[in-house]
Every structure is written in C-alpha cells, then in structure tokens.
C-alpha cells in the first residue's frame, strides 16, 4: 500500500524532531554555559552598569560597522546600470561612520541612544492612550492601555530629559533580563542533562 504524502510528511518531522532533541540533549552542557555567562553578565550590568551599557554601544558599533561594508561591496559590485547602487553605497558609509563614531565616542553615542529611545516611548505611550479612548466602548479594561501609555510617557521624559538617570535604568533592566535568561537557560540544560541520563539508563536496560 502506497504511503500517503501527508504521513510521509508527519514521520519526516518526527524525525527531524528526535534528531534536533538528540542534538540538544547532547550538548546540554552549553546551555548551562550561556545561562552561567547570561548570569554573570546580568549582575555585571547591576554592579557596574557603565560596563553593560559600554558592551552595547560596542555591540552597535559592531553591527554597523559589519552592515557598512557589506552594503559597501555589494553596492560596489552591483550590476552595470543598476540604479540602486548609490542607495546602497549611501547606507554603507553612514553606517561605517555610525560604527566609527560608536567605537570613538561611546559616551556620546550612549546618550543619544537612550534619549532616541525616550522618544520612541513617548510616542509609543501617546498612540496607546489615543487607542485606548477609541476603544473605551469595543474592549473591556481599555484603562489598563491607557495606564501602559502613560507609563511608557514617564520612562521616555525621563529618558529624554535625564539621559543619564535613563542610561542606568537601562543598565538594570538589560542586568535583569540577562539574568532572567540565564536562570531560564540553567534550567533547560539541566533538565535536558536529567534527559540524557534517562535515556542512557533505558539503553543500558534494553542491552
């Protein structure tokens, strides 16, 4: 009897499944790794927050340096007659002299992140109060919206108006998503350590 596409389909995905839990219960040490170094890192960024915000702007810089170039080649070696090139060459250069001015001027460029940040969240907090009085009369608790927009209005004056009160902020809020992460991290590379155990366990019973 022929096999069905569709039972072929569901036994290529069971399939696939044991081979990516297999490879995740095998290397279950990593996990715990990254969580530890995501712990680590978070309570860095509570301890000393200025090395948290440092390694972000780094980060940045990275990026946009990395995004600069490849904008750069890819706009250099653009097809003949293409008239995108120069849009390309355009992002390339602003991004390298974004990633430049990161690596020479961190502080600089941490202040203007967060002050840009302030104002997406002012912004953000103004749109959900407009929504929530839109839909006062089509969804019930709409105050919890209007309350999330106000609140959102608070972080981005602070942000905007006290950069560096806001920097700090933001410091301890990456430290405890890190954390956070890295707790979440731990304990699925524990439980997937007890998984390995389990199954060496049954294979040793099965012999």
């Known amino acids: 009897m022929k096999e069905s596409p569709n039972l ?3 036994r290529a995905f ?21 969580g530890i170094l995501a712990i680590i890192f978070g309570i860095i960024a509570f301890v000393v927050p200025e090395s948290a915000l440092f390694s972000l702007v780094m980060l940045f810089g990275a990026y946009s340096l990395i995004e600069g170039v490849v904008n ?33 001027f961190p502080g600089n460029t941490l202040l203007f992140f967060v002050m840009l940040i302030g104002t997406w969240a002012i912004f953000t907090g103004v749109f959900e109060i407009v929504a929530a009085i839109h839909l006062r009369r089509e969804i019930d608790h709409e105050w919890l919206l209007a309350l999330s927009g106000i609140f959102s209005i608070i972080i981005g004056v602070i942000f905007v108006f006290l950069p560096i009160t806001g920097a700090l902020a933001l410091a ?36």
């Open 14 to 34: 069971h399939l696939l499944s044991e081979n990516m839990a297999r490879t995740l219960t095998k290397n279950w040490w990593a996990w715990v790794l990254r």
């Open 8 to 10: 072929r389909g569901a």
């Open 72 to 104: 750069s080649v890819a706009a250099v070696n653009a097809p003949h007659g293409s008239r995108r090139w120069w849009v390309l060459l355009a992002e390339g250069l602003v991004s390298i002299l974004a990633g430049l001015v990161a690596f020479l």
């Open 172 to 207: 301890f809020y990456i430290g405890f998503y890190a954390i956070i992460f890295g707790l979440l991290l731990v304990t699925l590379g524990l439980k997937l350590r007890f998984r390995q155990t389990r199954l060496t366990e049954k294979n040793r019973s099965a012999i």
